[in-house]
């Protein structure tokens, strides 16, 4: 995976109703951005959510990691803890920080993500029925989900709920809830972790599974460059889930071009190759595309598919992804126009 560089900003929203403040961090080419809602006495400045956003950056995210208290509301909540259990309450200020987004120049047009924990979960669920259309993926780590049993049913962004392996109250809150959601939602589980995920390398897992639920469902970097002073792409080694390129690693579904590389492929049919699929590469007009169908070799052009890339002069050759990236080299050597589309795992 190549690494955006993104600069942290201090900052405060000013809202119709109060002023918020938060960190905000848009790395170049993002296209869209992770609000974080903090849990029970936490805020922007927590370490863990800051480790998730600068991981979430890295892949090309912008992040907003909020504080959805003031400075007042923080010193009364701290001796009578009720603003951090009022769900209402908080995914109104998120919803608030969430329409600053749509209404900001830099960041107009961006999908939008919410990263919620404990309770800050909760009210991500609450706060994502305002907005529909904006919000287009969610993940909870540790989170509260059984405090919006209520709204649950109506929530229509994609939920990733993510709980430690000790954290046995949890996840029974979790099942329950996700019981209640009628939209796509996944619950893991993460073996040895404890609610705040303490142990050594789990937030790392939390953070990688985090990202690679927004890539499936929010825009990422359309490409990033390769490849330069004018050399071709060159796939240097590639192990079950792990590929590099040119010297950089990416552990995703990926497209790779003579000059550039499309990371975070996503596919309307996880083993489906469909026109929609491949629409930058038949832009791209190559003598010939090289997929990578996995280890098992799970992944297939559907019939439609391979007589739409004949009838546009494109070769095709299908092979378990083991073989195909050497095929790609082959082909990059011999000059052809050649592209390769891998899928990394199964």
């Given at each position: ?50 480790h ?27 001796y ?20 600053w987004?749509?209404s ?20 991500a ?11 287009r ?7 509260r ?56 390398g ?17 825009r ?30 990416f ?13 975070y ?9 469909s ?23 799970r992944?297939h ?11 546009k ?24 126009k050649?592209?390769g ?6």
């Amino acid at each position: 995976m190549i690494e955006q560089q993104s600069q942290q900003e201090d900052l405060v929203i000013e809202t119709r109703e109060v002023t918020l403040r938060a960190i905000l961090a848009v790395p170049e080419k993002a296209r869209s951005i992770v609000l974080f809602a903090h849990g029970a006495g936490s805020s922007r400045h927590s370490p863990r959510n800051q480790h998730v956003a600068q991981k979430l950056q890295e892949a090309g995210l912008a992040t907003l990691l909020l504080d959805l208290l003031t400075e007042e509301e923080e010193r009364i909540d701290m001796y009578t803890g009720r603003l951090r259990f009022d769900i209402p309450f908080l995914a109104g200020r998120l919803d608030a920080a969430t329409g600053w987004v749509l209404s900001h120049e830099q960041m107009s047009g961006f999908d939008i993500g919410y990263f919620g924990a404990s309770t800050g979960a909760a009210a991500a669920l609450v706060a994502c029925i305002q907005r529909p259309e904006a919000v287009r993926a969610i993940v909870s780590r540790g989170g509260r989900p059984d405090l919006a049993l209520n709204v649950l049913p109506e929530v229509k962004p994609p939920v990733l709920l993510i709980v430690g392996g000790k954290d046995t109250e949890v996840i029974e809150m979790n099942r329950q809830a996700a019981k209640k959601l009628t939209t796509e939602h996944e619950l893991v589980i993460v073996p040895g972790a404890s609610h705040l995920f303490e142990e050594p390398g789990k937030l790392d897992i939390v953070a990688d599974l985090a990202r690679s639920w927004f890539a499936q469902h929010v825009r990422m970097p359309a490409e990033v460059s390769s490849a330069g002073g004018g050399r071709r792409n060159h796939i240097d080694a590639y192990s079950f889930g792990r590929i590099r390129v040119s010297g950089d690693d990416f552990d995703d579904d990926l497209i790779v071009f003579p000059d550039k590389v499309e990371p975070y492929w996503r596919r309307r049919e996880a083993h489906s190759l469909s026109l929609t699929d491949l629409e930058t590469v038949i832009d791209y007009s190559p003598d010939l595309l090289v997929v990578g169908t996995g280890v098992g070799g799970r992944l297939h052009l559907d019939p439609t598919m391979r007589e739409t890339l004949r009838q546009k002069g494109i070769d095709c050759i299908e092979e378990h992804t083991d073989r195909a990236w050497q095929i790609f080299n082959e082909e990059i050597e011999h000059d052809r126009k050649v592209v390769g589309a891998f899928h990394l795992t199964c």
